[in-house]
């Protein structure tokens, strides 16, 4: 593990070294062209659309335009840049050879079965525990992004997760691949931008006889690119003492809290997967991984070993404190974001309480999530919550797969993803066919399919109170069909 801290991903991090070139020693002007250059690949980025546009896409030098928001938007690929991102596309969207097809369907349908639950276990759950990493945390606070904008940064995940496990999100007629693609390029970017190189050159660097520190920068590049490159441009790196950043065991253990974090959700709700269920949904999040440019040997196959690796990488991140600590204000900033979708005032504390009941006092304690709730919404949620696992328990001995705690998840999760998610006004950034289909998708979720009639039209009742969430889907298609596409 020690030494997966000084390891990253060489595919990407090379191709983003070719994009942008060497750095400028000191400071760097508004017109330094690597932020040109990171502009152009943002406006490529349009251009993979889905896994079968990939496979055949390729970089030509030259202009490039794109209409965003009703504008037309210029960049230029320069030979270098399309060398490099046809290299890089054609070598990252193969799937490993041992991808496993059928596991890679159930994983598909166990997250379409639980619908908005599995939305309210991503933002309750795994994006939490995402967090307690400090030196992780440290990136994310540098950027702003998750204080400043949170709602942001949750659709922005949103955009990875829904073509992932939509139904043939990894094969040709998904667009999941595509997606995780940006997404791996855009870490090459964070980790090139912090180190002002590539991280192999600091690495040698350091190895040489460097200290290992990226000196801070004291003023920020001028001009009006984006505030959080130039924040991660400027912020310094300590090598030495906090390894890369995004390096390979940061990598391993955001995946660990989409896949195994969610399992283990389930288990503590008390309507856990079987075991080969479990195993087909860790496959399916390993060839993501894989496509992301994690290396196989940090991948769990089973929730024993996710249990072993996820608690021996937050006792090393714990020992290794960072002061000022980050992760209180992302931790605040992620609950405030999920109350204030929530439409009574007594509901508004579930988010919180049901983190800490997810992941446990230690993360709570992390994230400075222990403030007491007011009474009568820590009673009315833990009355519900133990009554309605206590009905589970008896249900379920004539209704196997009945569960009145994932309907009241999914409400809470429904309400959520109309509100934030769903936006009209605020789309994820995905090509609009694909954001249709999720629109669709999630239209589809008001419905539990394992429920009785009855109990579905409660939960209809639940779903669309306020006219905000009610219809929403129906009218987003037509909506989004006529906005322009947004760069990643």
């Known amino acids: 593990m020690e030494n997966m801290q000084h390891h990253a991903d060489p595919l990407a991090d090379q191709t983003i070294a070719q994009i942008l070139g060497p750095w400028p020693a000191g400071d760097v002007a508004a017109d330094a062209p690597q932020w040109a250059h990171i502009d152009t690949v943002n406006l490529l980025f349009g251009q993979w659309t889905d896994n079968a546009a990939l496979t055949h896409w390729t970089a030509q030098p030259g202009p490039v335009r794109a209409n965003l928001g009703g504008q037309t938007v210029e960049g230029c690929v320069t ?26 369907e159930r994983a598909e349908k166990l997250f379409m079965e639980h619908g908005a639950l599995s939305c309210i276990l991503l933002f309750c759950a795994s994006l939490p525990e995402c967090y307690v990493i400090p030196d992780l945390s440290s990136v994310l606070h540098t950027s702003g992004q998750l204080e400043q904008n949170a709602e942001y940064r949750i659709r922005s995940t949103a955009a990875m997760i829904f073509p992932v496990m939509m139904h043939g999100g990894l094969s040709l007629r998904g667009a999941g691949a595509a997606q995780v693609l940006k997404v791996r390029l855009i870490h090459a970017t964070i980790r090139n931008l912090i180190l002002h190189g590539s991280p192999s050159h600091a690495i040698d660097q350091w190895k040489a006889g460097g200290n290992g520190m990226v000196t801070p920068q004291s003023t920020q590049p001028r001009g009006g690119r984006s505030a959080m490159y130039q924040a991660l441009y400027a912020r310094g790196w300590d090598l030495a003492g906090d390894g890369l950043p995004c390096n390979q ?28 269920d479990e195993e087909a949904y860790l496959h399916a999040w390993n060839v993501v991984g894989h496509l992301l440019g994690i290396e196989r040997s940090l991948m769990v196959d089973t929730m024993e070993q996710g249990r072993v690796l996820m608690a021996g990488m937050q006792a090393r991140g714990r020992a290794e404190p960072v002061t000022p600590d980050p992760r209180p204000a992302l931790g605040q900033a992620l609950m405030q974001t999920m109350e204030k979708s929530l439409p009574w005032p007594i509901v508004k504390p579930f988010p919180q309480l049901m983190t800490r009941y997810l992941c446990g006092p230690a993360t709570a304690q992390d994230l400075g999530l222990t403030q007491p709730a007011p009474w009568a919404s820590a009673l009315l949620f833990w009355g519900v919550l133990l009554l309605a696992r206590a009905i589970d328990a008896v249900l379920r001995l004539v209704l196997p797969r009945f569960s009145i705690v994932r309907m009241l998840t999914r409400a809470l999760g429904y309400h959520f993803m109309s509100r934030v ?12 066919e694909l954001l249709n289909q999720v629109d669709t998708v999630v239209h589809g979720w008001s419905d539990d399919p ?39």
């Open 79 to 104: 030979p270098a840049m399309a060398a490099a991102l046809n290299t890089y596309v054609q070598a990252a969207q193969v799937l490993p050879p041992w991808a496993d097809a059928r596991k890679i």
């Open 421 to 432: 998610l769903m936006s009209q006004t605020r789309p994820l950034q995905l090509p609009t």
């Open 450 to 488: 394992h429920a009785p009639g009855w109990l579905n039209r409660i939960e209809d009742r639940l779903t669309t109170q306020g006219s905000w969430s009610h219809g929403l889907a129906h009218q987003a298609g037509a909506t989004r069909a006529t906005q322009a596409q947004q760069p990643t």
């Open 249 to 276: 065991e940061e990598l391993a253990y955001t995946l660990l809290t989409f896949g195994y974090v969610f399992l283990r959700s389930l288990r503590r709700l008390g309507i856990g997967l079987p075991p080969a």
